[in-house]
Each structure stands twice: as structure tokens, then as C-alpha cells.
């Protein structure tokens, strides 16, 4: 039985560093001795080119192949499409060509199963696999949350998108409920964070009233900053790009947080002898 744990960083609003927090916190967990997968889910591939492949149209192999051959039941090398990242992630990465294999899972048998096939049969490879999901609440996420054991919900600090909030929710909701009972959020991570205005300060206290009953609201904050929106051009991490500063700090708080909660479900999970 594999050990792995598969998240799902989603949001269907963009611009909330779902793609940075993947990034970073792989390499994070990688850091920390931890066998990581990343996968890019959005056809607009940010994750892949973030990680220093920018040209997608050079790749031999990316998802988009992984989930063709897998709804037409064709043979292929499960491993074919993993890249090696030099800060010690694994990453399949995504091209535009997943556009059109969105169109295509609609009138595919067991389609919201088609990426979770596939990660059945390479999760025991690994720790963590962190999906990067596209900013929509489409197929392609429904397939995430379908393979997913969780969900990390990054939300921007500049304003509450509490109506965005509600739908994601709704829609986990209807996942754990007709798709994968299991389906469970983690929690809600703050991003983009000033906290020294009044807005980033009103803003985190109403996404702890609002939510915070039915949400774990992660004590760590991504603060907002220069360095953070550099590494995107990089294909390095916020710890290879800015060792000493704020966002590596950060996220390294927020990788340790992620650690201790799966350690805590590790020991509820383990039975007394």
C-alpha cells in the first residue's frame, strides 16, 4: 500500500501564487528528504515554465500524451513524460495541447478517473505528489480532486474572494460526495501578503471568521515581494533564488506546517498496540 499523499493546490481564482506555492513547496518538502512529484494540470503550463522548461513544444512527452494514451487504453511508459528538476523535484509537465484533451474528457468513459488511473500505478514512487490546478473549476480540476487525498487553498491577502470561496467549496462538496468520499481540505493558505496594511490585516481576520470553524487557516503568510515575482524567469525555487529572504522563510514555515499535519494524520491514522 503506497504511503503517498496527493494534494491538489486549487483555486479557480488566478493570481493567488497556486503555481508558486506548488513550486516551492516541493522543493520545500524535497529539501526536507522527501521523494516529490510535481504535475501541471493547466494547459497554460506556468509550473513547467517556472521550472525551467519553457518551450513545451520540445518536450517528448507531457500530460497531455499521458491522458490521450490513458483514455484510448493505449500501452506507455508511465514514466516517459518525468523531467528532473536540479532542486530535487520530479515534474510531469503540461503544454497548450491540454486544451484539447479537456474537450475531449467530457465524452470519455470514467473521465473524471482518467488522471487518478494514471497515478495509481507511479504514487508509490514517491512521498508527495503536489498537483498545480488550472484557475477554473473544470475538468481537469475535477480530475485533480478526484485523485487527490487533500486540497491546499491559496487565497490572495489583497481581498477576500469570499463568493470564489463559496464555489470551490461547494464544488470539493460535490467531489467527496458522488467522486471521492476521502476528499479533504488541508487548509487555506494567505498569499501576497502585506501585513502591514489594514486590508491584508481586515482581510486575514475575515477568512478566519468566515471559514475558520470549518477550515484550518494556516498560521504561515506568503508576504508579498519583488524576489518572489523574479523566480518565475528563473527556473529555480525561491530557496535557490533568495536563500535568506522573507518568501524562502515563509514558505519554508509553510513546509514544516505541511509536514507536522501529515505526521499528525500518520499517528491518528496508526493503531494503538
Known amino acids: 500500500m503506497s504511503n503517498c499523499k496527493i494534494t491538489a493546490m486549487c483555486n479557480q481564482k488566478g ?7 506548488t513550486a516551492n513547496l516541493g522543493v520545500g518538502l524535497a529539501m526536507q528528504g522527501k521523494k516529490v512529484l510535481l504535475l501541471d494540470i493547466d494547459p497554460q503550463a506556468d509550473l513547467t515554465t517556472a521550472l525551467g522548461w519553457p518551450n513545451q513544444d520540445a518536450l517528448p512527452m507531457t500530460l497531455s500524451d499521458i ?10 511508459e508511465h514514466y516517459g513524460a518525468i523531467l528532473r528538476h536540479g532542486e530535487g523535484v520530479d515534474l510531469i509537465p503540461s503544454s497548450l495541447e491540454l486544451s484539447g484533451i479537456e474537450m475531449s474528457l467530457v465524452t470519455a468513459m470514467s473521465r473524471e478517473f482518467t488522471l487518478k488511473s494514471y497515478l495509481d500505478c507511479i504514487k508509490h514512487e514517491y512521498d508527495h505528489i503536489i498537483i498545480d490546478c488550472p484557475p477554473s473549476l473544470s475538468m481537469l480540476t475535477i480530475n485533480a480532486l478526484a485523485a487527490a487525498d487533500s486540497v491546499i487553498v491559496p487565497v490572495q491577502a489583497q481581498y477576500l474572494p469570499a463568493k470564489g470561496m463559496t464555489q470551490l467549496m461547494k464544488t470539493i462538496g460535490r467531489v467527496r460526495k458522488q467522486i471521492n468520499p476521502a476528499l479533504k481540505v488541508d487548509g487555506v493558505l494567505l498569499t501576497l501578503a502585506d501585513m502591514r496594511t489594514n486590508l491584508a490585516r481586515l482581510t486575514a481576520d475575515t477568512l478566519r471568521q468566515q471559514y475558520g470553524s470549518m477550515l484550518k487557516i494556516y498560521k504561515t503568510h506568503i508576504p508579498i515581494a519583488v524576489k518572489a515575482a523574479e523566480i518565475s524567469a528563473t527556473g529555480q525555487s525561491i530557496f535557490a533564488y533568495d536563500k535568506g529572504g522573507k518568501v524562502a522563510q515563509a514558505y519554508a514555515d509553510f513546509t514544516k506546517e505541511v509536514m507536522a499535519d501529515v505526521e499528525r494524520t500518520k499517528a491518528k491514522s496508526t493503531p494503538c498496540r
Not at 493570481?15 to 506555492?21: D, F, H, P, S
Not at 490513458?70 to 500501452?75: I, K, L
Open 15 to 21: 493570481g493567488v501564487t497556486k503555481t508558486t506555492t
Open 67 to 76: 491522458m490521450d494514451k490513458s483514455m484510448r487504453e493505449v500501452e506507455f
